[in-house]
């Protein structure tokens, strides 16, 4: 039940029927050595989510067709999931990638609920929370950049997922401004025009924000790729599909499907050896230095797809990624500019 659901309950039912607060119980009870800072995060999520509810409600009535055509395309979620999941894809992912898909593949199927962007796991590791300070930062250049009226366009939030809003002057969410605070260093410093680009190939689009995000600030119909593991790919195509419309989303199912020019392709990475890509604008915000040798050196070894532009953000190697900053090497071959991210130490910018 989501939040907007609760409000129409007495009171005193809702703590019961309320299976948010259920679910972050439960994954507290099956996490307890995680972080004090994380678990009082998640709760001042709900706390402020709780309050923020006539923000919601606007949104759900602005959005109300993206739960129309949520609950038309639901069911199919597995069917694509059980026909691209039969491949080996460990060539190109890390164990942590693994063993995360793993975590969090029970609680997307047999389809993942409306509000999936509420699940727990993919709350704490995928979406920034309401007290991580440094989102006003990236948020103040943004409005450097950016006319209110664009803004308010761009930022607004989408009402699959039910993320968390977090700004009620865009309608807005702490995921939506870091994502697009990404796409804005990377036009304010390469002077880019992306109504120029006619094909886009995205390394790692998580959940399909970034993607949105940019067609958003395109004004004709270019061809978009993204390339992840099969369950993220199927998220992408629920996600995307709610909001563009199923017509518009191609979700490669078998190595010989056929990318089609001025929609959004996706391509599960066990398939992407099979396709001769080539794009105007490469993106990978942390996914390829997260991403094995293997597909590290797929991507060099492409030129980026032949790619004239490049946004890469990726972070310093660690015990958990040690090749995450291994292509750093390259970057003057490529000429790519190395740009910090003063918010987040150890974390850098690649562009071009």
């Not at 009171?11 to 099956?30: E, Q, T, V």
């Not at 532009?309 to 990726?314: D, E, Q, R, T």
Request: proline content about 5%; hydrophobic content about 35%; overall charge positive.
């Amino acid at each position: 039940m989501s939040l907007v659901e609760i409000m129409k309950i007495p009171f005193k039912n809702a703590i019961k029927k309320y299976s948010n607060l259920k679910s972050l119980i439960h994954f507290l009870r099956k996490h307890p050595k995680e972080k004090l800072t994380s678990i009082l995060g998640l709760i001042k999520d709900e706390i402020k989510t709780f309050i923020m509810q006539p923000t919601y409600r606007n949104l759900e009535r602005i959005k109300k067709y993206q739960k129309e055509n949520y609950e038309l395309i639901k069911s199919r979620f597995i069917e694509y999931y059980n026909q691209i999941n039969r491949y080996d894809i460990h060539n190109f992912t890390k164990p942590a990638w693994d063993e995360y898909n793993s975590k969090i593949e029970p609680s997307l199927l047999p389809y993942p609920r409306f509000a999936f962007l509420n699940e727990p796991v993919i709350k704490s590791t995928m979406f920034i929370p309401s007290h991580v300070k440094w989102i006003k930062d990236e948020l103040k250049f943004i409005k450097g950049q950016f006319s209110k009226k664009k803004l308010q366009k761009y930022l607004l939030e989408d009402y699959i997922g039910m993320p968390y809003l977090n700004n009620v002057r865009y309608l807005t969410s702490n995921n939506t401004i870091h994502h697009f605070y990404s796409i804005s260093r990377f036009l304010e410093k390469t002077k880019c025009d992306l109504n120029k680009m006619n094909t886009i190939i995205e390394w790692g689009g998580g959940y399909g924000n970034m993607a949105k995000l940019i067609l958003r600030m395109i004004n004709k119909k270019i061809t978009y790729i993204l390339i992840d593991t099969p369950l993220f790919s199927c998220v992408q195509w629920l996600y995307l599909s709610c909001i563009f419309g199923s017509k518009n989303i191609n979700l490669m199912q078998n190595s010989n499907d056929n990318i089609k020019p001025q929609k959004i392709n996706i391509i599960p990475v066990n398939f992407v050896e099979n396709y001769m890509l080539n794009g105007d604008l490469f993106i990978s915000t942390w996914a390829l230095s997260e991403s094995s040798r293997y597909s590290q050196d797929f991507v060099l070894n492409s030129d980026w797809f032949n790619s004239k532009h490049i946004l890469l953000a990726y972070q310093e190697s660690n015990d958990r990624f040690i090749d995450a900053n291994r292509i750093e090497s390259y970057y003057k071959k490529y000429d790519l500019k190395i740009e910090p991210i003063p918010f987040l130490p150890g974390n850098n910018y690649a562009m071009k």
